[in-house]
């Protein structure tokens, strides 16, 4: 893990792969979700998943300075947000599993991994650029 640490190029790639994969994975959660209108995650998980993002991120947006009402509707956007994230990762891990790649095909999918990396390299480029002007 030390090269990891030290090697720029190692970090990008790393970085933009895990995204990557994410995004692939919430891709393809979305598609099962809307063929199968069910997912692997029982309800009694997803909610309480709502509840932990709902008030970690309520006392986030209250600590950086927002009113009672804000951090309660930017904590409530962003645990949806999460929630449904992380709902439609484990489906598409679930549909992956189940033999769902194939069905896609593999240049497919090696084309959208690429994809991704490229998004995911762009994005993580910009919140650099955002936090650096940011903070100077």
């Known amino acids: 893990m030390g090269i990891l640490s030290e090697n720029p190029f190692a970090q990008a790639i790393a970085i933009s792969t895990s995204m990557a994969l994410f995004m692939i994975g919430v891709a393809m959660g979305i598609m099962a979700m809307l063929s199968t209108k069910s ?78 990396m490229i998004a995911s390299m762009l994005i993580i480029k910009a919140v650099k650029h955002k936090m650096h002007g940011q903070y100077l």
């Open 39 to 116: 997912t692997p995650l029982p309800f009694a998980v997803m909610l309480l998943i709502f509840a932990v993002i709902f008030i970690a991120a309520s006392v986030f947006f209250e600590d950086r300075g927002a009113d009672h009402a804000g951090s309660l509707i930017g904590g409530g956007i962003a645990a949806f947000a999460v929630t449904f994230a992380v709902t439609a990762f484990f489906t598409g891990l679930s549909f992956a599993f189940k033999g769902g790649i194939a069905g896609i095909g593999w240049e497919r999918m090696v084309s959208a991994l690429a994809i991704c």
